[in-house]
């Protein structure tokens, strides 16, 4: 999705931005340098090849590491924030975290849960599972975020774009969207209504239950709505459009009614969202708040091709289908950024590899979480931070090249958030130059730095018909094939590269 992300930065902001970027779609496969599709439409290594990699545009299917196979997990959000690994440094070592995050999270012990925060003109936060699903019973307990623009959602989503989702829009509390996608074919008629009780006041517990044959979407242990397998059969093209196909789950808020979304998407999230409500200048960021998760997993299909037990493959290279998949003993694991499902250890030096083999999702060959870095690899950014108030950058990206110079005040490094914790930081994975927010609420305050969105999906509906809109903000290259002005741009890379 094309989520649209305008940081506010303090101070002056002199750029001069480059940009070479390389898409991938339907018409177009990625070229064989930055060999992996993501689900944003751009081509690259490292992260681009984990976490819903689309192999059908993808420079061959293999690019697109093996998903891990579906793992049964129930996790409480109780003081969980530390235990969740940032999307934006992970390499697919699933067995390091159930959980990854982009965005801004924070724990909430009042409710012994987790905030997913949207600050002041951000693209909000995702939440997502380390390992696939293929077919299984998955249900979050959650309070949705409220107000017009602003969009909660919780969702199965494959790398060919299988999706079944959960929606709540901001300004409509008392219904649950529901919907489903095959190979992300835009099919108005797919969704489905829930009505319930307020959703932003109350905890409910909303249950997907994916099964061959057919789905249910439940709130509060309710059926609202089924869905069945031979429904969904296409005379003309013979074939199941039914989600069918190892997805990984996600639990998201972000900000449908931005004013750089297009007309029929603000319309469809209740309208333009007001970042200056009481939620943003009372609390600092519009939020939701999720307690728990519970993922079942059922087996495989009967005939299923297995020759492992550890990840999920494609074994036919033009078929995308259930029938198509595998389970094997693959890796799901790069050693770099510079890795792909065709050399998961390039960039690997063998001074760094011992160190890898122990630590695969928090470490990399180019290090995204120091302030200061240096690489030559194209995959990575190189930043040379020459005081507190000003930063030059250099990023020679999987998608683009930008060049930037940029000031801001030495503050915007952090968001200071209040109302849900007591006491509550977060390292930050890069400088960020966020705006510094204050609060005036009765909370007691609390200071959550900010992390870069490192990927967002999600599903939009509107009056003028559902778009798919699909987002990796894992660099500033993918937002500025999203925006065609220079400024649009110019914050972006400050929002995304610093």
Known sequence: MRLSSLLTITGTLLTTVRAEIHLCNATIACPEQFPCCSQGGQCGTGQYCIGNCDPRYSFTPEACMPDPVCKNTYTKFSNYSSKILNSYTFLGNASAADWTYGGYIMDYPEEDSLVLAMPKNSAGTVLSSTNAVWYGKVSARLKTSHLPGVITAFILYS??????????????????????????????????????????????????????????????????????????????????????????????????????????????????????????TENGYYYTILKEINVTCYGP???????????????????????????????????????????????????????????????????????????TSKNSTTATSTSKNSTTATSTSRNATVSSTISHSSRNNTVTLSKHSSTSTVSSSTVSSSTVFKSTSKHVSSTLSTHVVSSSKSSIESTEGRQQIQTSTKNAGEQLATYGTTLQMLLLVAAYII
């Open 159 to 280: 790398g060919v774009q299988d999706e079944i989702d959960f929606e709540w829009v901001g300004s409509n509390l008392t219904t649950t969207q529901t919907n489903y996608y095959w190979q992300g074919v835009l099919n108005y008629n797919n969704s489905g209504n829930i009505t319930t009780t307020d959703t932003f006041e109350n905890f409910h517990d909303y249950e997907i239950d994916w099964q061959e044959d057919h789905i249910t979407w439940s709130v509060d242990g309710v059926v609202g709505r089924t869905l069945y397998k031979n429904e969904t059969y296409n005379e003309t093209t013979q074939q199941y459009r039914y989600p069918q196909t190892p997805s990984k789950v996600d639990i998201s808020i972000w900000p449908g009614g931005n004013s750089t979304n297009a007309p029929g998407t603000i319309a469809w999230a209740g309208g333009e969202i007001n970042w200056d409500a009481p939620d943003i």
């Open 301 to 375: 299909p009967s005939g299923v091709t297995k020759n492992g037990s550890e990840s999920y493959i494609y074994k036919n290279p033009k078929g995308f289908m259930q029938d198509d998949v595998a389970i094997t003993d693959k890796r799901v694991y790069l050693g770099s950024d510079r890795g792909t499902g065709m050399d998961p250890d390039a960039g690997v030096t063998k001074s760094s590899s011992s160190s890898k083999s122990s630590s695969h999702s928090k470490t990399s060959t180019t290090s995204r979480n120091s302030t200061t870095a240096t690489s």
